[in-house]
T-cell receptor, first 115, second 112 residues
Framework: DADVTQTPRNRITKTGKRIMLECSQTKGHDRMYWYRQDPGLGLRLIYYSFDVKDINKGEISDGYSVSRQAQAKFSLSLESAIPNQTALYFC??????????????FGPGTRLTVL | SQQGEEDPQALSIQEGENATMNCSYKTSINNLQWYRQNSGRGLVHLILIRSNEREKHSGRLRVTLDTSKKSSSLLITASRAADTASYFCATFPNTGRRALTFGSGTRLQVQP
């Protein structure tokens, strides 16, 4: 079984709809991250969490929210989806700083299309 | 703008040749990492180099870091068709946001 899983893998939705992307991990890591990837722009950080009580905004948090339901689960929500949120979304995890030097492990991605 | 910028944006070589990708960044870093992404898939960590290291090897990969120039390079020796992928550098800062910042990547095509 994959260490970092994302659901759904593909989603097509309409403008204005609320969407939730889910991420689960079995690596026992404390830190979890959400990124989006647009063609030619690399990955940009949306939100990250160091534990269930520690949520931090990334570069592009506007229009998104997150929930860290448990150490192993980190969800990303688009409150009212818009077409320019069409992208590939990745969840990632990492262990404690100093132990693993912040190497990140990525899920397979969710391809989201907003019409 | 992105913290890390890769150069070139795209690279096409023949199997057996070496591939070199460069990364420049702007702020003081704790470490720099290289990741690989096969088309449409998640990124896979390749190698991490700390700010007090100058060179690191892993199999056919060689990474260098020049903190005075704020630059790094990734060399893949004796490339194979299976090395075809996008390669990203990512920097972890000494201060500020405690998270990686990724560059825009280099698309490598290795022709068989």
């Amino acid at each position: 079984d994959a260490d970092v899983t994302q659901t759904p893998r593909n989603r097509i939705t309409k403008t204005g709809k609320r969407i939730m992307l889910e991420c689960s991990q079995t690596k026992g890591h404390d830190r979890m991250y959400w990124y989006r990837q647009d063609p030619g722009l690399g990955l940009r950080l949306i939100y990250y969490s160091f534990d269930v009580k520690d949520i931090n905004k990334g570069e592009i948090s506007d229009g998104y929210s997150v929930s860290r339901q448990a150490q192993a689960k980190f969800s990303l929500s688009l409150e009212s989806a818009i077409p320019n949120q069409t992208a590939l979304y990745f969840c990632a995890t990492s262990g404690l700083a100093g132990a693993l030097y912040n190497e990140q492990f990525f899920g397979p991605g969710t391809r989201l299309t907003v019409l | 703008s992105q913290q890390g910028e890769e150069d070139p944006q795209a690279l096409s070589i023949q199997e057996g040749e070496n591939a070199t990708m460069n990364c420049s960044y702007k702020t003081s870093i704790n470490n720099l990492q290289w990741y690989r992404q096969n088309s449409g898939r998640g990124l896979v960590h390749l190698i991490l180099i700390r700010s007090n290291e100058r060179e690191k090897h892993s199999g056919r990969l060689r990474v260098t870091l020049d903190t005075s120039k704020k630059s790094s390079s990734l060399l893949i020796t004796a490339s194979r068709a299976a090395d075809t992928a996008s390669y990203f550098c990512a920097t972890f800062p000494n201060t500020g946001r405690r998270a990686l910042t990724f560059g825009s990547g280099t698309r490598l095509q290795v022709q068989p």
